[in-house]
């Protein structure tokens, strides 16, 4: 009986930007086998031929080659039907042997994680730039939103101020 544990790209992580890394792996695997050995119809013993091996002239060739005299009755004790049951575990743990490459990998793959993390506040920030400017534009042309509206609170924490350095018209009373 033989196990086979073959161990292939199963522990692969990909974090984009062509950054793959394989890791350790442990493969375990049960197995359990079955034999049985068993002889149909039963029988304890077997025949041979016993072939008759008179040389009456003594020139050492039978004088009757190929005549069986009888059969023999030959006791066999190993020819009992016999059962196994096994069962086991295989387990196999496989490391990296250049641990250089693995932590190689592993520093490409923080960098390039962190690159997907900036790409994702940079679009935060566009969307909220986005949002702001144009809530600022409704505003500004006298587009107001009922607090009833699902789109109310989109809008709720934009404001107007006068510009920096702009003269706003306006009158003064004199006395």
């Known amino acids: 009986m033989a196990v086979q544990t073959l161990t292939g790209n199963m522990t692969t992580n990909q974090y984009g930007g062509n950054i793959v890394c394989q890791g350790p792996t442990l493969s375990i695997s049960p197995f359990t086998t079955f034999g049985a050995n068993y002889l149909k119809p039963y029988r304890d013993y077997y025949e041979t031929p016993f072939y008759d091996p008179t040389d009456a002239n003594d020139d050492g060739v039978p004088d009757n080659p190929g005549d069986i005299l009888f059969m023999q009755k030959n006791y066999s004790g190993t020819n009992k039907d016999s059962y196994a049951l096994n069962f086991g575990i295989s387990a196999t743990f496989s490391i990296p042997l250049d641990r250089g490459f693995q932590n190689q990998c592993k520093s490409a793959a923080d960098t390039q994680i962190s690159i997907q ?43 107007l101020v006068p510009k920096a350095n702009q003269v706003i018209p306006h009158t003064h009373k004199l006395k």
Do not use: H
């Not at 939103?145 to 109310?152: A, E, K, M, R, V």
């Open 117 to 159: 993390k900036q790409v994702l506040e940079n679009k935060r920030l566009d969307w909220q730039i986005a949002r702001i400017r144009e809530c600022g534009k409704l505003k500004q042309e006298g587009i107001m939103l009922t607090t009833d509206s699902p789109f109310f609170n989109i809008c709720k924490d934009v404001y």
